[in-house]
């Protein structure tokens, strides 16, 4: 009788820690792939393996991110990217590695690929001043092999559901305006009207989305393009402004912005089963300069990683340039891009935000109603 009751003990226990188990594991929260496309916003690597003068892979790039140790990756950035934060939002355990660093069969199972290329623009002609780069559609391209060679190794089934469960995060058009529509001397303003450009842009832009619908992006998250005119270099090249942002650059890619979000909004119920995101990083950036000291930082207008002199140089920060010692108090890292501390403050707000910062909804309730 007394082992009887030991046994019916015992299975009790095992019975209890199997629900648990159980449950503990129907709780899990699944982590996406991430397909990630843009420029050199987000770029981690891609441009390490082209000829181009657009890359940064040098110290002191990278000085505080952590999982180099502090070496360069090609990010450029001090630390980690917007969408590094991001990731670990999902609570990815790796980051989408640069796709030129695959071998051509890799089916981007692990945690997805990043395909951002600094110079990219969504015009395949965009940054060509900086010789080679990879354009929005080329980088399509790319993820059209590795959807392949996913089907290849999975079976479609298998391939098509993990796709359709990924995240494709895009960050692209800075560089169409940067390094094409105003660029100095054989920028396109000279012969092409703003509205015309900006239509040709949103044209290409329109095709680019429904084509990566169809190779099976449901959760797709677009990146506005930033005040432009407020970088570091821009107020060097708009000395008229006294120091100010540049006016007359915001001003353009705020009309481009407001003519991108009005195309999201007619597309999204034209693509089935999809989650399209609209972020307003305009919106969030811009808040952020204008109200710098509420967030302790100190500087605006110049990055902390900069040459010494008065020349204006295209890519500030290299080896021999002086960097600052408190990231935490600039705004901007080099010339264009944000330093990680501003990253992490705009991320709070792409993930937490209200309708000012992202449409229809932030990325959290995008990932509850997804299943993340």
């Known amino acids: 009788m007394s082992n009887h009751i030991q046994i019916i003990s015992f299975l009790s226990i095992l019975w209890f820690v199997l629900l648990s188990f159980t449950s503990s594991f129907s709780d899990a929260k699944t982590v996406p792939l991430f397909f990630i496309f843009g420029d050199s ?36 950035c001090n630390g980690k990217t917007f969408l590094d934060l991001t990731v670990d939002e999902f609570g ?53 092999n590795t959807r392949q060679n996913m089907i290849s190794n ?26 094409n529509f105003l660029t100095p001397i054989i920028g396109k303003r000279k012969y092409i009207p703003e509205d015309v450009f900006i239509a040709q842009m949103l044209d290409l832009h329109y095709s680019q989305l429904i084509r990566l619908h169809s190779l099976d992006a449901r959760f797709i998250i677009i990146w506005n393009v930033p005040p432009i005119g407020c970088m570091p270099l821009e107020r060097q090249m708009n000395p008229w402004y006294g120091g100010e942002c540049a006016d007359s650059a915001n001003e353009l890619v705020s009309n481009y912005n407001k003519k991108l979000k009005n195309m999201i909004t007619e597309l999204r119920p034209k693509l089935s089963e999809v989650t399209l995101l609209f972020v307003d990083t305009y919106n969030v950036l811009n808040d952020l300069l204008l109200h710098k000291s509420d967030y302790g930082i100190e500087v605006a207008g110049e990055g902390c990683c900069r040459n010494v002199g008065p020349v ?61």
Not at 154 to 179: M, Q
């Open 312 to 372: 204006v140089e295209l890519f500030p920060c290299k080896e021999t340039s002086i960097y600052c010692d408190d990231r935490s108090k600039y705004a901007f890292w080099d010339d264009y891009h944000p330093s990680e501390f501003v990253n992490r403050l705009s991320v709070k707000r792409y993930m937490d935000g209200d309708a000012k910062d992202v449409l229809p909804f932030n990325i959290r309730r995008a990932m509850k109603l997804r299943g993340f």
């Open 41 to 76: 916003l987000v770029d981690v690597g891609n441009n390490n393996y082209l000829h181009t003068i657009a890359k940064a892979n040098v110290k002191p790039y990278g000085i505080d991110y952590t999982p180099s140790g502090g070496k360069p990756t090609g990010r450029f």
């Open 154 to 179: 999975l079976g479609r089934e298998k391939a098509t559901e993990l796709l359709k469960n990924a995240v494709f995060p895009i960050v692209v058009g800075s560089n169409d305006f940067l390094d």
């Open 92 to 144: 990815g355990a790796c980051y989408p590695p640069p796709s030129l660093s695959l071998s051509p069969d890799d089916d981007g199972t692990l945690c997805g690929v990043n395909y951002a290329s600094s110079g990219g623009g969504i015009l395949n002609e965009t940054g060509a001043l900086f010789l080679e780069r990879i354009s929005m559609d080329a980088q399509i391209d790319d993820y059209a």
